[in-house]
């Protein structure tokens, strides 16, 4: 069987899905190829159901500051593992079904079941169907990297997000290799829902973080809570009673495994390199970061299967572009947004803005503010954290900071959109405050920075700059009448 249609999306993944919504603003004739399961990574697998899963340990954890809140019976509340995972399965299913409601569910013919294949720059094989195009975009997605020997010798002792959620029953312990933002959040959530866990990070970052100063204030916070161990590479072998885990000098046998080092793009069995496609060391195509058109070919590629950084908005917003440009001889242009990344532990790490490794430090001033004296945090009992943010020195433009503390997921928001609109600290403190709510904590490390910032050396005007010394009164002469 053969099709030939203007445009061909391969993956029903947030990135795929924006892109069908772009093009049928163009044209009818267009397929969306799909194999595997429809619905998105974040509602199947990634987002929602992990949140849920926070949500219900954040619940649960509460029962521990009944007594100081003049509560009693928290001794007694028991948590069924059973019962906590089905409602997880509950909302994710019904996640999942808001999104085919409005998308696949209403294709008929323009949805294709299957892999695709390239045969050449216009040609895709799907199965025994062929499918030329004028333009193809790639929204592949992206999985979990798992070493392929843990998986033929470990079997079902080994997790991750895809298959976490359908357990029938929570592991009495288990290990989490990975403590990016997906191993950190998960882990959190099981071990307040009853699992005993122990992390294992082989940097010594926790949550990707690059400011050290963070960094610290979240280790220390994380490890009141269960046991991680940085800076070392985890192993695993087989133990009586489930799987041994070693790292450098430490180990710890477990029931179950979760795996959390990373994700690689679903670009495998695509047949790009056959058709002229140069990828980098990762397997992933050389693309223009603008357009997402790969090389010089009539294909773009969006989402999670660029290798970049996974978040939805950012996905949507890529499906778009490549959508468009699928469509149209003049392209768009993708136009990044601030750089912000949050993770939802308890409490939240977030960054914002210029990145900790690209800073001038020389350049910078820097400020910090505690959420232990912030009255919202105190009143909530989440006044654990420290925020910390950074500004250019000669001009007072907030560049971004990072953070661990209570509602970080709304600071980081608010301090990114100061970033990407190039405010000063002083034009922030003009903005709005309210009292009492966590956002005093910005303002008060604002106020900081702007006093840091006030206390600076003059900068010599445009007439000293040009002869050095004028204007200058010498030290202790005062001024004649």
Known sequence: MSDRVDVAVIGAGHAGLNAVKEIRRVTDSYLLVNGGSLGTTCARVGCMPSKVAIHLGDIYA???????????????LRIDGASALEHIRDLRDTFVDLVLANTTDEMEDELVDGHARFIDAHTIEVGDRTIRARAFVIATGASTVVPADWRESFGDAILTVEDLFELESLPKSLAVIGLGPIGLELGQALRRLGVDVVGFESSTNLARLQDPIINQAAVE?????????????????????????RAADREQVVEKVLVA?????????????????????????????????????PIFIAGDATGGVANLQIAAEQGRI?????????????????????????????????????LD??????????????????????????LHLYADRRTGVVLGGAMVGPRCEHLAHLLSWGVQQQMTVKEMLRMPFYHPVIEEALQDCLHGLEKKLDSLPPKPGWLERLFPGRGRRPAGAEASA
């Open 361 to 386: 430090q020389s350049q910078v001033v820097f400020g910090q503010q505690r959420f232990g004296p912030v009255g919202r945090a105190l009143i909530l009992g989440q006044n654990r954290g420290l």
């Open 62 to 76: 509460m029962r521990k500051h009944f007594q100081r809140y003049g509560i009693d019976g928290a001794d007694s």
């Open 261 to 297: 080092i990373g994700r690689r793009p679903n670009l495998a069995g695509l047949g790009l390199e056959g058709i002229g496609c140069l990828v980098d060391e990762h397997g992933v195509p050389l693309y223009d970061s603008r357009t997402l058109q790969i090389g010089r070919l």
């Open 322 to 358: 490549a959508g468009y440009n699928a469509c149209h001889e003049i392209h768009r242009h993708y136009e990044r947004r601030t750089p912000m990344a949050i993770v939802f532990s308890d409490p939240n790490i977030a960054s914002v803005g210029v990145p900790w490794s690209e």
């Open 221 to 245: 916070i994380v490890r009141r809570e269960f046991p991680i161990w940085l800076g070392a590479p985890a192993q695993i072998e087989r133990a009586e009673g489930g799987v041994r885990v």
